[in-house]
């Protein structure tokens, strides 16, 4: 997969639409645009309030001072940056094609690209982490809108690695104590040892997480009959089987139940949660995280 | 019975052929389709896992090859038998069994008594070859005898026989004949139509029709296994009470000739063929005596009020088993031995006053018992699987039979009685002495059982459903590995 296939400008046009809006910044960060409950230097007025002692002298509304004679000082929201993290699964699974040749992979990728776009075109902090069943070299923060062919470029070079391990992905990302900010987790989520065992992992780490599974058209209705000999291609392990109608319905059932338990995780934790159909448009799917509230502010 | 006529080389050039054929089928044969899948995640939660395959399944793939391969080996020696030697000229003989063979000859007895006889005498002096029996041509075909069997046996599978049919039959005879045989072997025919054809495809066809009233030698020895009259001759100076005995058992046949006869009772001054003998003996020495049953009695006896105030009793031989020993002194008063000067022939040795007494219910149950032990067969060297065998116990010992089934074996009505069933090698251990023996797999033809045309029996039309059968073995071994019921 090239570059130019990965990011045409067809894609990066449409990255222009795209605004990343985070229910909460933490403070203390870098001076951005993001709003924080901070209220501080910013340019949007919120509220006023009486003059205290030791208040900024820059920030008494005197028009008020004129009518009213007394001291009320503008509130403005004050904006800080936003720490963007990005966890991608680089492992054999988001690689394997689907229907029509789609690849969870490429998906991925682009996603990651836009929102990082918009990250740093609100001068937002980026961070991407790629993991696989080994540990790949990490991109570190990143910002300022220059930064965004930085991550380009970084995207494009990414290796694929060999097994979904989301437990031990997340547990390095943990220990690297980085500032409090968003976690976007981009992958199939197929650990093999099922979501029990990386979702309480996840549930331990302060960011708020925002949940991006790359999905396939019918995934959850493998189109198999007969007898076969099913191959994980990340392991390379076997099971030979009979597929039949009954057995592709409880796999679908399966599947749903897997679906809904990240959603419920997601539910409880306060997280946002996104499907992206690999094959589809990303960016349209991306816009769904702003217009219908998957994550809300 | 030969593969469609085929020599052993050709058979294993084909049977190596059908291995490598196979041997690509099971290389080519349907597996499972393998698809690669993002994840076992979801499988493994509903899924009812097959047997895997992977490569550790190679082997147990190789032993269904060879299971296949063994199973088509089976299949072609138990029914074709084509490893029999095939240098020896093979011939099939045709009893003429029609209607025509019910007259009597000149002797008296029926003309299909004589052929019968002479298709023995055929089968004894001259063989039957790796591929040739004996049928018999009344009506419809009933194999008599098969290649490798003893030819007593022709007597016992024919007896009861009617003669049916036309020489008609003899026509559809020949031509399965044929079909058994190759070119150079021989078909004969006892009886029958006059004309026949000289050769059929290099198979030569001869006429040995004995002349009426030809006699055909003298009858068979009369065959260990088989349940005939004990054919005894008596020489010489026997108590009454002996004759009697002998005259009375409906078992027994008397004969003059000593040639004739199975066993040989005598008395110390007749001259003994070399055939099982009971000899009546007059003894030596004198003394009270009194009879007593040694542990090696291979009878029962009671021997009640058997004593005399002087008698002899025998004299001792080396190597002899004593049955019956005077109580006081230890003399044995009947004894048997192996006689190596008449080829290991069994020998009783009774002393005369044991057996004189008309009156004394002992005397026939000893002579008689006596005579069935030295009439008992001789442990032949070889033998077809299946055989019974009779063994005389000359003492009441247990003897263990070593073989591919052991058995331990108890002398009954004086002989050891038992079936080799088993083709391999036996070894008979009667204490110190021992006796080895080989069972031979028997042809598949025929005793006497299964009534069938040669046609349906063998040559060209065996091999397609043999064929056929080891087809949907295959077939049906295929369709277990393809739904994975197999590894």
């Not at chain 1, 500032?179 to 040892?193: C, T, Y």
């Not at chain 2, 490598?20 to 080519?28: T, V």
């Not at chain 2, 009439?375 to 070889?382: E, Q, S």
């Amino acid at each position: 997969m090239s570059g130019s296939d990965l990011f045409d400008p067809a894609f990066l046009t449409s990255l222009e639409a795209l605004r990343l809006i985070a229910r909460r910044v933490p403070a203390g960060g870098r001076h951005g645009e993001q709003r924080s409950a901070a209220r501080g230097m910013g340019i949007e007025f919120t509220d006023v309030r009486p003059y205290t002692p030791g208040d900024d002298f820059r920030a008494i509304d005197w028009h008020v001072f004129q009518r009213l004679d007394k001291l009320f000082l503008r509130l403005y929201l004050e904006e800080q940056d936003l720490p963007v993290y990005f966890l991608i699964d680089q492992s054999r699974s988001m690689s394997l094609p689907g229907p029509g040749g789609a690849e969870r992979r490429r998906t991925a990728l682009q996603a990651v690209a836009a929102l990082s776009y918009v990250a740093l075109q609100h001068l937002d902090r980026v961070a991407i982490f790629p993991f696989a069943g080994e540990e790949l070299a990490p991109l570190p923060g990143t910002s300022g809108r220059a930064g965004f062919q930085r991550v380009l470029d970084y995207l494009e070079r990414l290796p694929q690695g060999t097994e979904t391990r989301l437990s031990e992905a997340l547990t390095r990302f943990a220990h690297r104590r980085l500032r409090r900010g968003l976690l976007v987790l981009v992958s199939d989520f197929l650990d093999p040892r099922g979501p029990d065992a990386w979702l309480p992992v996840l549930n331990a780490i302060p960011h708020r997480p925002l949940l991006l599974r790359t999905a396939l058209v019918g995934e959850d209705r493998p189109a198999l009959r007969g007898p076969i000999e099913v191959v994980d291609c990340e392991t390379g392990t076997t099971l030979a089987l009979e597929a039949d109608d009954a057995l592709v319905a409880r796999y679908a059932q399966a599947h749903a139940a897997f679906v809904r338990q990240l959603e419920d995780f997601c539910r409880g934790r306060g997280a946002g949660m996104l499907h992206l159909v690999a094959g589809l448009p990303t960016v349209p799917q991306l816009a769904r995280l702003f217009t219908q509230g998957v994550l809300t502010a | 019975m030969t593969f469609a006529g085929l020599s052993a080389t050709w058979v294993v050039a084909g049977l190596g052929l059908l291995a490598l054929a196979l041997f690509a089928l099971h290389l080519l044969r349907v597996r499972l389709r393998r698809v690669a899948v993002d994840s076992l995640l979801f499988f493994r939660q509903v899924a009812q896992p097959l047997q895997p395959r992977v490569l550790r399944g190679a082997p147990s793939r190789l032993l269904s090859y060879l299971l296949s391969l063994a199973i088509l080996a089976a299949l072609l020696l138990a029914f074709a038998d084509p490893w029999r030697a095939e240098t020896n000229p093979s011939r099939v003989v045709l009893v003429d069994g029609s209607g025509s063979a019910a007259h009597a000859g000149v002797d008296g007895r029926p003309l299909l008594a004589a052929h019968l006889d002479h298709a023995r005498e055929l089968a004894a002096t001259e063989g039957l070859g790796p591929r040739g029996s004996v049928f018999l041509v009344a009506g419809e075909l009933t194999p008599l005898l098969a290649a490798g069997e003893a030819p007593h046996l022709l007597a016992a599978r024919a007896a009861g026989r009617v003669p049916t049919g036309s020489h008609a039959h003899f026509e559809s005879a020949l031509l399965a004949a044929r079909g058994r045989l190759r070119a150079g072997d021989e078909i004969v025919v006892v009886g029958g139509p006059q004309a026949l054809p000289e050769t059929m495809h290099g198979v030569r066809v001869a006429r040995a029709c004995p002349a009426p009233g030809e006699s055909f030698g003298a009858p068979a020895a009369a065959s260990p296994a088989a349940l005939e009259p004990i054919a005894v001759h008596v020489a010489g100076a026997v108590p009454p009470a002996v004759a009697l005995a002998l005259a009375s058992d409906p078992e027994l046949r008397q004969v003059e000739v000593a040639a004739e006869a199975l066993v040989t009772v005598a008395d110390a001054r007749a001259a003994l063929p070399a055939s099982p003998a009971l000899r009546i003996e007059d003894g030596a020495g004198s003394g009270p005596r009194e009879a007593q049953r040694t542990p090696r009695l291979p009878f029962p006896l009671s021997l009640r009020d058997l004593r005399r105030t002087d008698a002899p009793a025998l004299l001792p031989e080396p190597g002899e088993t004593v049955w019956i020993e005077d109580a006081r002194s230890g003399a044995p008063l009947v004894a048997a031995r192996r006689d190596p000067a008449r080829d290991g022939a069994p020998t009783v040795r009774i002393v005369r006053w044991l057996v004189e007494d008309l009156g004394h219910a002992d005397v026939p149950r000893l002579v008689l018992h006596a005579v069935r032990v030295v009439a008992a067969p001789r442990l032949p060297p070889v033998c077809s699987a299946g055989t019974e065998i009779a063994v005389p116990a000359l003492d009441g010992a247990v003897a263990d039979l070593r073989g591919p089934v052991p058995l331990r074996l108890l002398p009954s009505q004086g002989v050891y009685r038992f079936a080799v069933d088993l083709p391999g090698t036996y070894r008979l251990e009667l204490g110190r002495r021992h006796a080895e023996f080989r069972a031979v797999p028997v042809p598949a033809a025929p005793a006497g059982a299964a009534e069938t045309t040669l046609a349906a029996l063998g040559g060209t039309r065996l091999w397609l459903p043999l064929a056929l059968l080891a087809l949907a073995l295959m077939a049906f071994e295929a369709w277990l590995y393809h739904r994975g019921r197999v590894p």
